[in-house]
């Protein structure tokens, strides 16, 4: 069965500065993608950025972006610019290419400091 | 475009209850998961319809159930409310083209609490 790991329960990192958040994956499948989602205080998940495996280029939206090790079955989320509306819930998923359910990991807290 | 409306938004039941929450996906989506968030546990999947169908299911026993409509609205129902069944419900819905996926919405929940 596949399993998302995200080994640092929280985070902080200074406002305007750079944070990179950890994410492995288990999986025996070669076509799948994967997520980083935003949870703020209000709950409501947020689609921050979407990666296919095929695709060897690593995904960008604005400050987000992420690099994707097929090999090492890692996919980290790098923050540049951080800011205070940032502060969230993070949880990186995996979904097969199939038609199946999306993996959650256990989530990142990233705290922002002024 | 609307996005993905659950309702209500919270619900105190008692033990022994059941409760019936509603999910409407956003136009054109066909397919709505849904999914259970505690802070011990973290998201565990309950279920996913596709064109009224359920195509997948988690590990939940058989009190959790539930239906989509033809206009792709789902509701789920959990019968014979336990304490442990409090939690945050979360509703999904996503676009699939040609058997690609482009990442799910969320709606802000369903908080359940259960005395």
């Known amino acids: 069965a596949q399993t998302v790991t995200q080994s640092q329960p929280e985070m902080s990192v200074q406002e305007a500065e750079t944070v990179t958040l950890s994410c492995t994956y288990d999986t025996s499948e070669s076509d799948y993608y994967l997520f980083w989602y935003k949870q703020p205080p209000s709950r409501q998940m947020i689609l921050v950025i979407r990666?296919?495996?095929?695709?060897?280029q690593n995904a960008t939206e604005n400050r987000f972006s992420v690099n994707f090790q097929k090999a090492a079955k890692s996919f980290s989320l790098k923050i540049s610019d951080s800011q205070l509306g940032d502060a969230a819930m993070y949880f990186c998923?995996?979904?097969?290419?199939?038609?199946?359910?999306?993996?959650f990991g256990k989530g990142t807290r990233l705290h922002i400091l002024p | 475009k609307a996005g993905v409306t659950q309702t209500p938004r919270y619900l105190i039941k008692t033990r022994g209850q059941q409760v019936t929450l509603s999910c409407s996906p956003i136009s054109g989506h066909r397919s709505v998961s849904w999914y259970q968030q505690t802070p011990g546990q973290g998201l565990q999947f309950l279920f996913e319809?596709?064109?009224?169908?359920?195509?997948n299911k988690g590990n939940f026993p058989g009190r959790f159930s539930g239906r989509q409509f033809s206009n792709s609205r789902s509701e789920m129902n959990v019968s014979t409310l336990e304490l442990g069944d409090s939690a945050l419900y979360l509703c999904a819905s996503s676009l699939e083209l040609q058997g690609d996926n482009y990442g799910y919405t969320f709606g802000s929940g369903t908080r359940l609490t259960v005395v």
């Open positions: 998923a995996y979904r097969s290419r199939g038609r199946d359910k999306i993996i």
């Open positions: 319809y596709f064109s009224e169908t359920q195509r």
């Open positions: 990666q296919e495996a095929y695709k060897q």
